[in-house]
């Protein structure tokens, strides 16, 4: 079946402890994206990959970091999360050319 | 900076009635729109719109785009409580980017 996993799908952590959220896809696309959910603001692109190693910023993102080893994953990387970081998060996936993304389920992420 | 905006930001309706949702947008350039329903988790892909005045349709949905305007409508007819959900709009400018959505239309439908 076709998709984009994260995970985990919930985490509560606590300001300052590293923490890596996953995010695989299985379709071969070439181009990934990570984004937060945050109410009234609606989906924001935090950083996004159009091929292995070859990653750049979005809209907003201070606080994080990614990496594009290998063209199946695409992990978020948070090195000192902070309370303004809690948030829910979606990977998105997506082929070359004119297609719409697949989304994951979404991480909440909770920062105390 | 490319926007979208999307109107009204929630609406209840009862079974039955048809609803319309707005979506506007102002992009440095332009390669498709699309419509996508969250529910509790992941949006769903519904539509997508590259050319003008073609009605993309499903079902009960519809979906037009206005290119000289700069904008869409996604019309739901004989809603059901099954179509409350947050409805997204998003503009794909062809870059790697991707895309840039909007803050999404909050339907709830009422038995």
């Known amino acids: 079946e076709a998709q984009v996993t994260q995970n985990p799908r919930y985490l509560i952590t606590v300001t300052g402890k590293k923490l890596t959220v996953t995010c695989s896809q299985n379709m071969n696309h070439e181009y990934m994206s990570w984004y937060r959910q945050d109410p009234g603001l609606g989906l924001r692109q935090i950083y996004y990959?159009?091929?292995?190693?070859?990653?750049d910023k979005g809209d907003v993102p201070e606080g994080y970091k990614v990496s594009r080893k290998e063209k199946r994953n695409f992990p978020l990387i948070l090195e000192s999360p902070s309370p303004n970081q809690t948030s829910l998060y979606f990977c998105?996936?997506?082929?070359?050319?004119?297609?719409?993304?697949?989304f994951g389920d979404g991480t909440r992420l909770s920062i105390l | 900076e490319d926007k979208v905006v999307q109107s009204p930001l929630s609406l209840v309706v009862h079974e039955g009635d048809t609803v319309t949702l707005n979506c506007s947008y102002e992009?440095?350039?332009?390669?498709?729109l699309l419509w996508y329903k969250q529910e509790k988790k992941a949006p769903t892909f519904l539509f997508m719109l590259t050319s003008s005045g073609i009605e993309k349709k499903s079902g009960r949905l519809s979906s037009i785009l206005d290119k000289k305007e700069l904008f869409s409508i996604l019309n739901i007819t004989a809603t059901q409580t099954g179509d409350s959900a947050v409805y997204l709009c998003a503009v794909d400018s062809g870059s790697a980017r991707q895309l840039t959505f909007g803050s999404g239309t909050q339907l709830t439908v009422l038995p």
């Open positions: 998105a996936s997506r082929p070359a050319g004119n297609q719409p993304q697949h």
């Open positions: 992009v440095t350039n332009f390669r498709s």
């Open positions: 990959s159009m091929n292995v190693e070859v990653t």
